[in-house]
């Protein structure tokens, strides 16, 4: 947990988010949790180089953080994003969040002026603590992989593609294939990264809705081919092609 303060101009009050709950949840936890300095951050395997106002993290784990369901959670940054305050760069394992204008949230009140777009007035500057880059590490020591959370990702995977096929019944080859793809996702993330090893069910997981999420950015697998389900896309062969972005473009 990061420690310190914000600052929030009085006209976030005139703000369309602040009337809705929901919104304001969640750019409220991105303020608090982004970075107020340039420096990096540990997010599974990974240990991401941030600038001053991002943050790296997931759907997951912003809907258990706010207490939001994951459909809440998509709703929201797409309409943040809309709205021009802030921007969203996915990957397959995770998103880097930045907040629009950050370096104007960094001014005092009294030059923040009236002059500025709503969404500009909402916040000035977060100060995370004393700990600079490593505030954000965790223990980073090798650690046995997690079981698979069959019914998690069976729920992440309903949520994520509601449109698509729903499996009645998992288990036998479908979810001996789901356990390797789990493994697979930390292999995937630990190759990223020549760090010490750090595998977490948390991390797993964040994985899967990144990846479920950059799969929506397909055209393809979205609006030209046939609903498929998740048997399908944790048979080896298609989530390699889907990871290494053969249905992307």
């Given at each position: 947990?990061?420690?310190?303060?914000v600052k929030l101009h009085r006209q976030t009050l005139s703000n369309p988010i602040f009337k809705n709950d929901k919104l304001f949840r969640v750019f409220i936890y991105?303020?608090?949790?982004?970075?107020h300095t340039e420096g990096?951050?540990?997010?599974?395997?990974?240990?991401v180089n941030l600038k001053a106002g991002?943050?790296?993290t997931?759907?997951?784990a912003i809907s258990r953080e706010t207490g939001l369901t994951q459909q809440n959670v998509r709703t929201a940054l797409n309409k943040l994003e809309k709205l021009n305050i802030l921007t969203i760069k996915?990957?397959?394992?995770?998103?880097?969040?930045?907040?629009?204008?950050?370096?104007k949230y960094q001014q005092d009140n009294q030059q923040v002026t009236n002059n500025q777009p709503a969404s500009n007035q909402q916040v000035t500057t977060n100060k995370n603590g004393k700990n600079g880059k490593n505030e954000?590490?965790?223990?980073?020591g090798k650690q046995v992989l997690p079981p698979c959370p069959q019914k998690e990702l069976l729920a992440i995977w309903s949520e994520a593609m509601p449109e698509q096929r729903q499996p009645r019944v998992w288990d036998g080859q479908r979810a001996a294939n789901m356990t390797n793809r789990w493994k697979d996702g930390f292999k995937i993330m630990k190759s990223d990264n020549s760090g010490p090893l750090y595998d977490s069910k948390e991390s797993g997981l964040i994985f899967w809705g990144s990846f479920f999420d950059y799969m929506r950015q397909s055209d393809f697998l979205m609006n030209n081919c046939k609903p498929f389900g998740l048997d399908w896309i944790v048979n080896k062969a298609n989530f390699t092609k889907i990871f290494e972005g053969n249905y992307h473009g």
């Open positions: 947990m990061s420690y310190g303060w991105l303020l608090l949790s982004a970075r990096e951050q540990m997010i599974g395997d990974a240990i991002q943050w790296a997931g759907r997951i996915p990957t397959t394992k995770f998103s880097i969040i930045s907040i629009v204008n950050w370096e954000d590490k965790e223990n980073s």
